[in-house]
């Protein structure tokens, strides 16, 4: 199975702020969830949420044999999302509360970031949370000189991919009506950023 050091390394910090932002969270849906080893812990330690894994199809396999050896009852079997697709309404709850998603927004290219926050923005009800995991720039600097060589290496693989400027990210957020509530920082120079609407 498909096995990532960095979400082992991370969850423990990432869990300690989720169990706040998603206190009264009934839904979340978590987008590009990858080996699935942040859906098999979140869902274990946030077991008033029922927890939705989803992925690129490619993505499925692996993620579902993960859910179904170690998932808790109240985390979903993983469906098929690529955010530039249709969106799988049919699957998404009606009462969607909560988005989490971890280390995508540098992966996808600028108009998937758009079709993240399009996406999120039509699926959840009026009052929702929004979590978002990874690396940020701010006014268009690196953090640091590792996230600088790490987004040299991601566009040496990806010319689209690239860590995002976090001013971009908030005005997108807010044309889908969320709000940075808290951008709490991170080991390794990653960010938690918090965005909820009312
Ligand atoms: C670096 S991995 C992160 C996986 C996991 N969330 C983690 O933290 O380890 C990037 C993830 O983004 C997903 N992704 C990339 N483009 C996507 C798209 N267009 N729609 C949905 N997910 C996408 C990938 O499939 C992959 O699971």
Redesign the pocket.
């Known amino acids: 199975m498909p096995f ?1 050091q ?2 082992e390394n991370n969850k423990g910090p990432i869990l300690v702020e989720l169990k706040r932002i998603f206190a009264n969270s009934q839904q979340v849906l978590e ?5 699935g080893q ?1 859906s098999v812990h979140f869902a274990e330690h946030l077991p008033h949420v029922t927890w939705q894994a989803s ?2 199809n490619s ?1 499925l396999t692996h993620l579902n044999a993960r859910i179904e050896l170690v998932g808790s009852p109240n985390l979903l079997p993983a469906f098929g ?4 697709l249709d969106w799988p309404t049919q699957m998404i709850s009606p009462v969607l509360d909560s988005i989490f ?4 927004l540098h ?2 290219s600028k108009p ?1 970031v758009e079709a993240f926050f399009k996406g999120i923005g039509q699926s959840l009800i009026k009052t929702s949370q929004v979590a978002i995991y990874g690396p940020f720039n701010y006014q268009g600097k690196f953090s640091s000189d590792s996230n600088a060589s790490f987004d040299q290496w991601l566009k040496q693989n990806n010319p689209e991919s690239g860590i995002r400027d976090i001013e971009w990210i908030t005005t997108l957020a807010k044309q889908q009506g969320l709000i940075l509530q808290a951008d709490i920082e991170m080991p390794a120079n990653n960010r938690l950023l918090h965005f909820c609407r009312n």
């Not at 987008?31 to 080996?35: A, K, L």
């Open positions: 990532s960095a979400c987008i590009g969830s990858g080996t942040h992925d690129q993505y999302l690529d955010v530039t998603t971890a280390n995508t992966i996808m998937m």
